[in-house]
């Protein structure tokens, strides 16, 4: 059963907009998907609450009488969306979960700097635990300084760059309804799903 870990201890960098993308992007496949939340703010639980009930169905956290949170019975994909914040034991805890980790880093200096300490000590537990890593720029502008700038960062890093995702205001009016890119007519999403195309390639190799 593959876990996809989105993780990155930055508030406001897109976690959830690629977590329950990549639920439902599982769902259309015909998987039976887990989106489950570790962060408190439980966005990607509101998520859920708006998806329709004639979607391809995505669960949440089974939670036992013992107050353990369990994947439900027959759970074949699990996807976590992770708090801000996430660093010590936490981070160890989801680090022997997860099969592969994604981190959603978007082009400024004050993300780079926040992310950057946690990049590399991910690419040391990377090693140790087996998991994949890889990093995919969200609310990319093109031909920008800040763009080249995370690029140049991600250089110095032995973690590969996914895919650049474009600053659209497509993610946020597909979430107000529960939807993902995978839900919608291809033809309204074309160029999205264009860039997510290396993630769902890394997530099936």
């Known amino acids: 059963m ?28 015909g998987h039976a998907v887990m989106l489950g939340d ?3 703010q439980q966005s990607s639980r509101l998520w859920l609450q708006l998806r329709d009930a ?3 169905r ?15 019975k027959g759970t074949t994909h ?22 592969k ?8 200096v004050f993300d780079i700097y926040a992310t950057q300490d946690f990049v590399r000590a991910l690419a040391k537990k990377k090693r140790s635990e ?18 080249e700038h995370l690029k140049e960062f991600l250089q110095t890093l032995d973690i590969p760059l996914l895919t650049l995702l474009r600053d659209t205001q497509n993610y946020a009016h597909l979430a107000a309804h529960g939807l993902s890119l995978w839900d919608v007519p291809a033809n309204r999403v074309e160029k999205d799903l264009g860039q997510w195309q290396p993630v769902l ?5």
């Open 2 to 29: 593959p876990v996809i870990v989105v993780a990155n201890p930055k508030g406001g960098v897109g976690k959830s907009t690629l977590s329950s993308n990549i639920a439902g992007y599982f769902a259309r496949q």
């Open 101 to 108: 980790v994604i981190v959603p880093l978007q082009a400024s």
């Open 130 to 147: 087996g998991t994949q890593l890889a990093v995919v720029g969200n609310r990319i502008k093109d031909h920008t300084k800040a763009t």
């Open 58 to 72: 995505i669960q949440s956290w089974d939670i036992t009488e013992d107050q353990i949170a369990r994947p439900p």
């Open 201 to 205: 390639d890394w997530m099936n190799a």
């Open 38 to 40: 570790v962060d408190r």
């Open 78 to 99: 699990v996807v976590l969306d992770t708090p801000a914040g996430l660093h010590g034991k936490g981070l160890d805890a989801v680090m022997k979960l997860a099969d």
């Open 54 to 56: 004639s979607l391809p």
